[in-house]
């Protein structure tokens, strides 16, 4: 019980950092907004800043958490405090799911041209859904840690490895391999996003003409399929990665290098996916502030400043 709890305590928690370093009510985003004055390229610093500084907190509970639930029961009280923390997966969900619902009604009011007070509102309503989600992918990434944690447990035991020695070289090379990979698998999908948004965007200039001039109608099957091709093709290597690395290491460098490669996966994926989380979620809560008015009229939406804060 103690451990479910410790795990209700920590997701708690970190739900409430998210929403502090997400949202535009507080100060961390509304320095982002503020930086932006100046150029992109400073939002984009304090940006990463406000990422890498959220990571403190969710860490620290984790941690307490990985701690006292192991005290109470070992590895099976760390899947329990991943139980816990899931426990309100179905109100996460929920919350999760308004952010692109309140996102798509403000396309919809853009393109309807719809009054300034519509979409003020349908601003202010997905400003809100960008916090939940990153609020929804707190909870996420929390507990993956802790559930990964105990599966390493389970390795461990089935591997029949007392303790993970980093001072061997075997797994300290497994170790600096695994803190790599997070960072391998980000670049793979972020170049993936960008080849498939190029190939969406060439599509769609290509259309304009045609449709603005009533020569043709629009294609949509054809985006579709731009998007679904892509998404489907540039996960191949990612997947890849992820999927055939331990099993080379095991193969090829014992289990001993496998346990390090798992500890360093888990050890940089952990605060690599909480800082970029945080870090989305407050650029994009910035670029609302701003469009809101929250700089004053001189800095307000088709300003530098806005331009600054899209990109």
């Known amino acids: 019980m103690a451990s479910v709890l410790m795990g209700l305590w920590s997701g708690l928690l970190v739900g409430l950092v998210t929403e502090y370093f997400t949202s535009h009510s507080y100060r961390p985003v509304r320095d982002i907004a ?9 939002g984009i610093i304090y940006g990463l800043a406000l990422g890498y500084l959220s990571t403190i907190v969710p860490v620290l509970a984790l941690s307490v958490t990985i701690l006292v639930s192991h005290e109470f029961c070992g590895m099976y009280g760390i899947a329990l405090a991943a139980l816990g923390m ?18 798509n009604a403000g396309g919809i009011a ?32 929390g507990s993956a840690a802790l559930v990964a944690l105990a599966l390493f447990g389970a390795f461990c ?20 391999y695994g803190a790599m990979m997070p960072y391998a698998f980000s670049a793979l999908t972020m170049k993936s996003v960008g080849k498939a948004a190029t190939d969406m965007v060439d599509e769609c200039m290509r259309q304009f003409p045609k449709i603005i001039n009533g020569e043709a109608p629009p294609d949509y099957t054809r985006c579709i399929s731009i998007s679904t091709s892509a998404s489907l093709k540039e996960m191949i290597l990612p997947g890849a990665l992820v999927i055939l690395s331990p099993l080379v290491f095991g193969v090829l460098c014992g289990k001993n290098a496998t346990a390090g490669l798992l500890v360093g996966a888990l050890s940089s994926g952990v605060q690599m996916a909480i800082s970029m989380s945080n870090t989305g979620g407050a650029w994009d809560n910035a670029k609302k502030y701003i469009e809101s008015g929250g700089l004053g009229p001189e ?3 088709g300003s530098s400043t806005h331009k600054h804060a899209v990109t």
């Open 299 to 301: 800095h307000g939406k």
């Open 34 to 42: 503020l930086s932006q004055r100046t150029s992109a390229a400073t």
């Open 86 to 103: 899931l426990s309100t997966l179905c109100v996460g969900l929920a919350i999760d799911a308004y952010g692109p619902i309140a996102d």
């Open 110 to 141: 853009e393109m309807s041209h719809l009054g300034a007070s519509v979409r003020r509102r349908t601003d202010a309503l997905d400003a809100a859904g960008n916090t939940t989600a990153a609020v929804g992918k707190g909870f996420a990434i």
């Open 157 to 176: 035991t089935r591997a029949n490895i007392e303790k993970v020695n980093v001072l061997n070289a075997w797994t300290f090379a497994g170790v600096l």
